[in-house]
């Protein structure tokens, strides 16, 4: 009987220390989830600090910094808070963004590397499943072009603050990847009207949405046509669109992205 309540004790014990791990291990993704969502949100706009909803999202920045830095080795932490501060320390610069584009891509890829973040879909995105998922749940307030347009922000009754940004904006458009699109799907954006999809879409359909989201809006080469880009989706998904430009990496590859074709689920991912 008392062998019972022992062993019973540590069961119960051993169940609730599960429990409060697994929320702490929740807690950790979401806080590093929302730290990289607002470290590529402060990268859009040259008035990224005279916004009164961005200062808040700045001092939000710093305080997520220090929730996701204690995680890790005092070694690796100093690398991240180097990283992260030598970009920020660039915030409200006259040429804020396009002076801080080296300083953003590294803070933005030592976090990536220290966290080891799953950048890409265990199975390749179907275009035409993220078209569908676009249209049915998200084209009201994005727009059919991505300029967050849709009809719900031309409804009097319903008040958005902030605004669905227009995706299509160079700032936008150059310094997010398919993963940053992902992310912002599965976990919405807190204090503003982006829903999280984390239980309501597939992991799936949220990257064939972001995939479709990244790259169909084509601004500079909507024309073009044809692929031979030897470049492998796993590589491309984790680049910005910045970074595929400094790597020469430019149309070729991102038609690769753009053709349906590449995206068939039945062709098994490199
Ligand atoms: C009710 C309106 C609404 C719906 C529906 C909605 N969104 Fe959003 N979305 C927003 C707003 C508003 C923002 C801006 C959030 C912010 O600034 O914090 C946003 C931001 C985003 C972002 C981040 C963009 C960036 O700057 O990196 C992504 C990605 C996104 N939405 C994807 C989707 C997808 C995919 C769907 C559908 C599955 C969807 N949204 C449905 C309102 C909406």
């Given at each position: ?131 569908k998922v676009y249209e049915k749940q998200c084209q009201q307030c994005h727009g059919s072009e991505g300029k967050g347009d ?5 409804n009097p009754k319903i008040k958005m603050e902030p605004p669905p940004k227009d995706l299509t904006k160079q700032f936008i ?69 910045y970074e595929l430009k400094a790597l020469g990496l430019n149309d070729q590859d991102l038609r690769y992205l753009r053709d ?11």
């Amino acid at each position: 009987m008392r062998t019972c309540l022992f062993l019973c004790l540590l069961v119960l014990g051993a169940t609730a220390q599960g429990r409060d791990s697994r929320e702490e291990k929740r807690k950790q993704t979401k806080d590093l989830r929302r730290f990289i969502q607002l470290l590529e949100y402060s990268y859009d706009d040259p008035n990224y600090l005279s916004h009164a909803s961005m200062a808040k999202r700045r001092s939000e920045l710093s305080e997520k910094l220090e929730q996701i830095a204690v995680k890790l080795s005092p070694k690796k932490r100093k690398k991240l808070k180097d990283a992260v501060g030598s970009y920020m320390a660039l915030f409200g610069r006259a040429d804020f963004p396009k002076g801080s584009q080296k300083a953003y891509s590294s803070a933005r890829a030592t976090t990536l590397e220290l966290f080891r973040v799953v950048l890409i879909p265990s199975q390749s995105p179907n275009f035409s499943v993220g078209k569908k998922v676009y249209e049915k749940q998200c084209q009201q307030c994005h727009g059919s072009e991505g300029k967050g347009d849709g009809i719900y922000t031309k409804n009097p009754k319903i008040k958005m603050e902030p605004p669905p940004k227009d995706l299509t904006k160079q700032f936008i458009e150059g310094s997010r990847s398919p993963f940053s699109y992902f992310n912002s799907t599965l976990a919405g954006s807190e204090g503003s009207s982006m829903p999280k999809y984390e239980f309501t879409l597939s992991a799936h359909e949220m990257w064939s949405v972001a995939f479709y989201m990244a790259h169909s809006w084509n601004r500079n080469d909507r024309d073009r046509t044809g692929t031979n880009a030897k470049v492998s989706m796993e590589s491309i998904s984790k680049m910005t669109g910045y970074e595929l430009k400094a790597l020469g990496l430019n149309d070729q590859d991102l038609r690769y992205l753009r053709d349906w074709r590449s995206f068939d689920p039945k062709t098994p991912r490199k």
